[in-house]
């Protein structure tokens, strides 16, 4: 049912009618051409119907029309092409799932009019639109161009059979091999609307033959990667594209590999952890490449590894702060004796939280001695703000990749301890402890300081950058709370980013509460004792502090609770039962004898003798200067490993006394000093001494050797000298006063500038210690020595 016209505007006979109404079934993304047989398979019970009523025609003809939209269940007509084909069914089978498969043959072009009916089914007016074949040598040459194309098309393409290729060289009618072709390719549904509706054969071969032409370059350059590729692959790549083929094998019969489960896995992961965009970015990235890569490959593990990081960093968990300040102070006291200073900060962080919840938390450094409960403090405030605890020693840390990573270029390479600490602590805002951050070094491999500026300053944390992640993490919500036991080894710029909190020592009475307090129970818990079976007296916990221990803190005295514990858990493991009582005579005969004797009186006896107070890592220590006096030739010399500065003060003190001599009664000649050795000693020599704040102690020693009055054994001193006799200020004082009331000391001078220092320490600590405030080395003196006979 052929209609064409052999000349332009002179249209051919039509071999024979059509009917002027044809029912419609629209075409869901195919277009059926005339003179091709094509099987379709319906669904749509407006399309069963329609091929139930076509069925029982006589000519079973109807019109195959592409629908514009391909997902529409039901188009309505304008959502229908206008041209289609009119098709004759020949063939119908009903399917036991509810479908029918259907085979037609198409006939000829139709344009469609008016609808007549939708209801059941589409019924329009169609028009047959005949093609125009404009004789000539054109045409043929096209018609023969087209058949080359097309068998060079049949020889790259492999679903297409070779037989093709013979049907469309024995095809004589222009028309006709459009159609072969053009229902032969498999082209996007708009080019093939296209070609049916072009009605000049002409054009259509034109159009035709720059779609097959495209087709060939499109299939000859992926024969030559194919080509190239195949030719250049090595055993890895060979088993790479086998393990492709069988990815997709297994994805055809649903089955996975494992390569493919742990892809899965990961974007799984990937999607709880919800990581910000610019990290989401990166692991997309990551698991396409880690896709393409076999298993075996030696960049493999290193891509897992590090996406394995950056999905175990909890990106989006932020615990929420328990802003109770009651509770908080309460949980505070519970776990620490004292240190009120810290607690009011804390909760004043906590009241700031409250008003102004994105008020950013406060960097917090303790300095003080070892033992004073510096890094429980951390794990008790995190528990006062419902927030999780990670703590990170940087203790003797002189690599600076350990605080910001390692590149991943490197073997073995991983974040640094900041990102570990926020993954061990799965929350984005724990309370962070960096400890010992004043026992950082430097060597040729980085200064760690200089990366912990960027780590605790409040500007820059917010997109801090680890080397290994290479990506910003915002660290604005951790607390940071650093320790410290010196200040001086810390440098300026980071220290000037911390907010120093001093932690001094304890004195008797408090290491007492404390004790009885904490310790204690502690030890009575761990030695698994119950309390009517170890307990001591108020006397025998001081017998430990006096006689057994000398330090700032309280872990030697913990230590010693623990031996005593120990003692009588052996006791009442042989059934000879605990002690409830235990005074200072069973502390002594548990513990042995004393270790710590009072030497001030005993060294202070002699004259040259002077009791100096200072600062060390430890916290507030007493020391001894030693002076004598001897024959010589004028010679200054010092021992006890003291540092420059300290030989400096010492110079200067006998400076001073070899310029004040008749005014400080001293009964010499002119030419004495340039008889005479003068040898000042400060003891311990083991251990490394410096600073200016011994000026007076060594001047006072260097005076009472020269004049045989011996220094008052309840006094000790501290301050910085000059050669004109002033007494300058100096630092921690809070430390030395502690350090003279845990000695015994009654009477202590400062230098009066330092008065103000006083108020850190409580007032009761100062109730049986007299305090000489001195400006001048000659009210020190006075102080200090004896008086003559």
């Given amino acids: 049912m052929s209609t064409r016209t052999d000349e332009v505007g002179s249209p051919a006979p039509e071999t024979s009618g059509l009917p002027g109404t044809l029912p419609v079934l629209p075409t869901k993304g195919l277009?059926?051409?005339?003179?091709?047989?094509?099987?379709?398979?319906?669904?749509?019970?407006?399309?069963?119907?329609?091929?139930?009523?076509?069925?029982?025609?006589?000519?079973?003809?109807?019109?195959?029309?592409?629908?514009?939209?391909?997902?529409?269940?039901?188009?309505?007509?304008?959502?229908?092409?206008?041209?289609?084909?009119?098709?004759?069914?020949?063939?119908?089978?009903?399917?036991?799932?509810?479908?029918v498969r259907v085979l037609v043959e198409g006939l000829d072009r139709v344009s469609v009019g008016e609808y007549e009916e939708t209801e059941p089914f589409l019924v329009a007016r169609v028009e047959v639109l005949p093609d125009v074949v404009d004789a000539g040598t054109e045409i043929e040459a096209l018609a023969r161009n087209l058949q080359t194309i097309f068998g060079r098309v049949i020889e790259l393409v492999p679903y297409l059979p070779d037989e093709l290729h013979i049907a469309a060289a024995n095809v004589e009618d222009p028309a006709m091999l459009s159609y072969l072709i053009a229902s032969s390719l498999r082209l996007r549904l708009e080019e093939r609307q296209e070609l049916l509706e072009l009605t000049d054969v002409r054009e259509r071969l034109r159009r035709l033959t720059v779609i097959v032409n495209r087709e060939v370059e499109v299939l000859e350059l992926g024969a030559k990667i194919q080509s190239d590729v195949q030719s250049d692959m090595d055993k890895m790549q060979r088993e790479h594209f086998l393990r492709q083929q069988l990815r997709a094998i297994q994805e055809e019969l649903g089955e996975s590999d494992e390569g493919q489960a742990e892809i899965n896995e990961l974007r799984g992961r990937l999607d709880e952890v919800d990581p910000p965009a610019e990290a989401r970015e990166v692991v997309e990235r990551e698991l396409g490449r880690l896709e393409r890569l076999p298993s075996g490959a030696a960049e493999h593990s290193v891509i897992r590894t590090y996406i394995d990081w950056i999905l175990s960093i909890p990106w989006s968990v932020r615990t929420e702060d328990d802003l109770d300040l009651e509770r908080a102070r309460t949980i505070l006291d519970e776990d620490h004796y004292d240190i009120d200073k810290v607690k009011e900060r804390i909760v004043e962080h906590l009241a700031v939280a409250r008003l102004n919840p994105d008020a950013p938390a406060p960097i917090l450094c303790f300095s003080g001695p070892p033992g004073v409960g510096k890094t429980s403090l951390g794990q008790s405030i995190a528990r006062a703000l419902g927030r999780k605890f990670a703590r990170i020693s940087v203790g003797g840390v002189r690599d600076e990749s350990e605080i910001r990573g390692h590149r991943r270029t490197y073997v073995g390479a991983m974040p640094g301890t900041i990102v570990r600490a926020i993954r061990d602590a799965d929350a984005m805002n724990p309370v962070m402890m960096i400890d010992e951050i004043d026992k950082m070094g430097a060597d040729f491999r980085g200064d760690p300081s200089s990366a912990m500026l960027e780590v605790l300053d409040p500007a820059q944390n917010d997109s801090f950058r680890d080397h290994y992640l290479d990506m910003p993490l915002d660290l604005s919500s951790v607390l940071f709370i650093c320790t410290a036991n010196l200040l001086d080894t810390i440098p300026r710029p980071l220290l000037d980013r911390m907010e120093v909190i001093p932690l001094a020592g304890y004195i008797d009475e408090e290491k007492l509460h404390i004790a009885r307090r904490f310790l204690l129970p502690r030890q009575r818990e761990q030695a698994g004792l119950r309390e009517d079976q170890l307990d001591l007296t108020d006397d025998g916990i001081a017998t430990v502090i006096g006689e057994y221990t000398r330090e700032a803190g309280v872990r030697q005295l913990e230590r010693r609770l623990a031996a005593v514990a120990r003692k009588i858990a052996r006791r009442v493991a042989e059934g000879d039962g605990g002690d409830t009582a235990i005074g200072p005579d069973a502390v002594r005969e548990h513990l042995g004898p004393e270790r710590v004797h009072n030497e001030v009186k005993r060294r202070t006896e002699e004259a040259g003798v002077a009791t100096g107070l200072a600062v060390t890592g430890a916290g507030g220590e007493i020391l001894f200067v030693e002076a004598s006096v001897m024959p010589g030739t004028g010679r200054l010399q010092?021992?006890?490993?003291?540092?420059?500065?300290?030989?400096?003060?010492?110079?200067?003190?006998?400076?001073?006394?070899?310029?004040?001599?008749?005014?400080?009664?001293?009964?010499?000649?002119?030419?004495?000093?340039?008889q005479h050795d003068v040898h000042l000693h400060v003891p311990a020599g083991a251990v490394p001494k410096d600073g200016p704040s011994a000026g007076v102690t060594l001047t006072t020693a260097l005076v009472s050797a020269l004049t045989g009055r011996p220094v008052d054994c309840d006094v000790a001193m501290t301050g910085e000298i000059t050669l004109t006799g002033q007494v300058l200020p100096v630092g921690g004082v809070k430390e030395k006063v502690l350090a003279a009331r845990r000695a015994g000391i009654g009477t202590v001078i400062i230098p009066t500038l330092t008065q103000e220092q006083l108020a850190e320490v409580d007032e009761g600590l100062l109730t049986d210690l007299r305090v000489v405030p001195a400006d001048r080395l000659e009210q020190v003196l006075d102080a200090a020595l004896e008086k003559a006979g």
């Fill in 31 to 99: 277009v059926v051409f005339p003179q091709s047989v094509t099987p379709l398979v319906l669904g749509e019970e407006r399309s069963i119907r329609l091929i139930d009523d076509v069925m029982n025609r006589e000519d079973r003809v109807l019109a195959l029309v592409a629908a514009r939209d391909p997902e529409a269940e039901e188009p309505p007509p304008e959502d229908i092409y206008t041209v289609g084909t009119a098709a004759r069914v020949q063939r119908m089978v009903k399917v036991p799932d509810g479908t």
């Fill in 638 to 674: 010092v021992t006890g490993q003291l540092g420059d500065v300290m030989k400096e003060s010492a110079q200067a003190a006998l400076s001073y006394v070899r310029a004040h001599a008749a005014e400080l009664g001293l009964d010499v000649g002119d030419d004495y000093f340039l």
